[in-house]
């Protein structure tokens, strides 16, 4: 049996339902698990779904999330998406579910889930669960349907990244086929942002660091931050605007996030692998895209100083062949 099949078979058994997935909610994890409780309920009305996890208020145009409730654990199943370990899953008590399933396209790190699958690469958690869709008997509507190509769009950034396949078009064709959906007014939800935080990017852009190896870096203190108007998670927000600029290999913004006592690291890479580099440092991530969480800035020195050694090297390597 495929395990697209198994999975599907475990959810007609179950009658109650939890979905979740990562801390820290974008729109890959939020449409998935948005999507995959109403593919549910288009096919068994009768069952209790629930999305769950902490929301963010720029994502509230998806859809709204359901609170998790001492009930809800009971006989029932839970099905963690986009989340490869268990310390990033946005909920406590996993145990407590009577049965457990993991899909995920996140380099893996650790087994959690009675049943996991796990597609490295595959571009998105929203690209496994259309080819879970079309490979099981549910119904897709509309705006499951819109959710999902966000969920694509954004974690591909707009079908650029390494793991976009010709997979990744034919299941995007095959949903606008299908669906008629009118994809070009959903970019509006995903790309719409505050002149604030256009202004912060202008700020990135005149004071990134760049160092002969090829990393480019910036520090942005509280106060900054402040400046703008913007919150800690903001510059995150524009990582992905800094790509393709022909000095620069990888990239990071680190962010005093002093509310919490920790300052935000995001990377991104157009060649070194950055994820082992991003989990020494309390994160993790893909190869080309990663977070990190360190305590303070002398830390994040040093993480900046080893993705300076990874383009150093890679650089080297790339000059030799
Ligand atoms: P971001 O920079 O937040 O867009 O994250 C890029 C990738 O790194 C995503 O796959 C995240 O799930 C992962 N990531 C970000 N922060 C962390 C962290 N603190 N721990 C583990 N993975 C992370």
């Avoid at 991530?285 to 080893?306: N, P, Q």
Wanted: aromatic share 10%.
């Amino acid at each position: 049996m495929s395990i697209f099949k198994e999975i599907y078979k475990e959810i007609k058994k179950y009658d109650k339902i939890v979905i979740a997935r990562h801390q820290r909610v974008d729109p890959d994890a939020l449409a998935s698990e948005l999507a995959l409780k109403q593919l549910i309920l288009n096919t068994f009305p009768n069952k209790k779904v629930y999305a769950v996890g902490v929301g963010a208020s720029k994502f509230r145009y998806m859809g709204q999330l359901d609170k998790l409730t001492d009930d809800m654990y009971k006989n029932s199943l839970l099905i963690v998406l986009d989340t490869p370990d268990k310390k990033r899953v946005d909920i406590d008590d996993l145990d407590k579910f009577e049965k457990t399933i993991k899909i995920d396209h996140h380099p893996f790190v650790e087994k959690f889930c009675d049943i996991e699958y796990i597609d490295e690469d595959a571009s998105s958690t929203c690209e496994i669960i259309l080819e879970f869709i079309y490979n099981t008997k549910f119904n897709l509507d509309i705006r499951s349907a819109e959710l999902l190509f966000q969920g694509v769009v954004s974690d591909t950034n707009r079908f650029t990244t390494i793991n976009t396949s010709s997979k990744t078009f034919d299941l995007i064709k095959r949903l606008i086929d299908e669906t008629n959906i009118d994809f070009s007014s959903l970019y509006d939800n995903l790309y719409a942002r505050p002149l604030s935080e256009i202004r912060l990017e202008g700020y990135i852009a005149q004071n990134l660091i760049v160092t002969e190896n090829g990393l480019g870096y910036i520090k942005l203190t509280d106060d900054v931050i402040r400046e703008f108007s913007v919150d800690s998670a903001s510059p995150g927000n524009m990582i992905n605007n800094f790509n393709y600029i022909n000095e620069i290999l990888v990239w990071a913004f680190v962010s005093e996030d002093k509310k919490n006592n920790i300052k935000r690291i995001t990377i991104r890479s157009r060649g070194p692998k950055i994820n082992d580099v991003a989990s020494k440092h309390n994160g993790g991530g893909h190869e080309r895209a990663s977070g990190a969480r360190v305590e303070t800035f002398e830390e994040a020195d040093i993480l900046l100083k080893e993705l300076d050694d990874l383009c150093k090297t890679y650089r080297s390597e790339k000059n030799e062949n």
